[in-house]
């Protein structure tokens, strides 16, 4: 009877110690280590993955077959890291295809001609189209890519970023007034360190790294030829970087002072990145997968650029499915099982400065004045492009890329694309996506 009261004390005390070991090695890890685990867990191209061979930067600012190609398929060019969707259940979409909205006419002051959506198709001046209307896909044409395959999104990848924000300011760990000096110490007592979260979400920052200028995809000296690089979309130095991104951006100084013009740039984005990452001690891809991904009923994971030095492409590069896209922006709207945008974030959306908007020097001029003339066209906010006056709202991206979102209209249109030729054919989407969402049928 001793003995055995021996071996049960000896169990315990085993068990006790063994529990105490197994809680000592599970230790939370910094944001710098799971940025190294991150990169080193990341998809490399090799040899046969390559299936065309191209120079940076002349790949993203190319035309033809080849750019369709590397949008596609940019995995087997760039590194990148999984966003994944785990044990999530894919929430299907029930489709209801329309017999009519094929033929429909768009039209909008920046492309006249007389076209429809199924003409945009067969002249393959898209990559992939679909539409949602009251949860159910009434549109879907796949061009020029397979429903598979995971296409660049371009800074449509910026409303996830901006998603993020409105996740961590929900929570409190952070405001939209904080200044960037708050949350980034190598901002501390430089000329941008009172620029504020609001700054960056509108693009009014007034950072000197602006992708508008002249040289900007094409001069090594450029403050964003460097982002490109520090990002892995551009090829990274040999030997190195002379000093780290936020560095860069941080003694970038400004031409003007926050708040004053809407000018548009990707610098903005990386500095909110890091604010959200330092305030969450999570890297991009895990604060996308735990505020979005796993809750939308994706299909398939996602991808992400990842450099070396852990900077991911929030700004752009990332990857995903058309369907998934889809699912995302259903999510902002009342036919979601699930809503990722709370009340806060919906009404931030929908706060905006006109004048501002419509400021001189700023990138209006590409927006409003441009494609959406005429068509209620208000202001942006939140790092979504365009804020329509009946609460629609928009976020285009480089090549063709584009994601609308009616949460009244109970409509989602997303799109991608790439640039065909030295004409602007490629943007059919781009500028005919209001006219679109204004047909009659959507307004039940």
């Known amino acids: 009877m001793l003995k055995s009261k021996v071996s049960l004390n000896a169990i315990i005390i085993f068990s006790f110690l063994l529990l105490i070991g197994c809680k000592q090695q599970v230790k939370e890890l910094t944001l710098e280590e799971k940025i190294a685990l991150a990169v080193e867990s990341r998809k490399i191209p090799t040899s046969k993955d390559h299936k065309i061979i191209f120079t940076v930067p002349e790949s993203l600012i190319g035309r033809g077959p080849q750019i369709t190609e590397v949008f596609s398929h940019m995995e087997n060019y760039i590194p990148t890291v999984l966003i994944e969707k ?15 909205l094929g033929q429909e006419i768009l039209t909008s002051a920046f492309f006249e001609k007389e076209t429809s959506l199924d003409q945009i198709c067969y002249e393959k ?8 209307h009251k949860g159910q896909v009434v549109y879907e044409g796949y061009p020029e890519m397979e429903p598979s395959d995971k296409h660049f999104l371009g800074s449509v990848s910026k409303t996830f970023l901006g998603t993020v924000i409105a996740h961590l300011a929900d929570e409190g760990k952070l405001n939209e007034q904080d200044p960037i000096g708050k949350h980034i110490t190598e901002f501390k007592d430089k000329p ?14 007034g950072i000197n790294c602006r992708e508008s200028d002249e040289g900007s ?16 979309v551009y090829t990274e130095p040999n030997p190195g970087f002379e000093e780290s991104l936020i560095e860069l951006l941080s003694n970038s100084g400004k031409i003007e002072p926050a708040g004053q013009t809407f000018d548009y740039t990707s610098a903005n984005s990386v500095i909110l990145t890091t604010i959200a990452e330092r305030v ?5 891809h895990e604060l996308v997968q735990d505020y979005i991904w796993t809750r939308i009923g994706a299909e398939d994971d996602a991808r992400v650029t990842l450099s070396s030095t852990g900077v991911a492409g929030s700004y752009g590069p990332m990857l995903m499915r058309l369907r998934d896209l889809a699912r995302y922006g259903l999510a902002f709207t009342d036919d ?26 700023g990138t209006d001029q590409h927006l409003r004045k441009k494609y959406y003339e005429g068509q209620g066209a208000d202001f942006q906010s939140y790092h979504w492009d365009v804020i329509f006056e009946d609460g629609d709202f928009l976020k285009t991206g480089f090549g063709g890329q584009g994601l609308y979102i009616s ?8 799109f991608f694309s790439a640039k065909k030729n030295e004409t602007n054919n490629n ?3 781009t500028a005919l996506v209001r006219s679109l969402a204004l047909l009659e049928q959507f307004k039940e």
């Open 125 to 132: 001046q898209v990559n992939g189209v679909i539409v949602l």
């Open 86 to 100: 785990g044990n999530t259940k894919t929430i299907k979409l029930p489709e209801n295809i329309s017999q009519t």
């Open 217 to 232: 995809f094409t001069d090594p000296n450029h403050c964003f030829y460097k982002l490109l690089q520090h990002s892995a």
């Open 407 to 414: 949460p009244t209209k109970r409509l989602v249109i997303a």
């Open 427 to 429: 943007m059919y989407m």
């Open 336 to 361: 979601a099982p699930t809503k990722i945008a709370s009340a806060r974030y919906l009404n931030q959306i929908h706060t905006g400065d006109r004048a501002l908007f419509r400021s001189e020097g």
């Open 192 to 205: 941008l360190a009172n620029v504020t979260i609001e700054n960056l979400l509108r693009m009014t920052s």
């Open 280 to 284: 969450s001690s999570k890297p991009f």
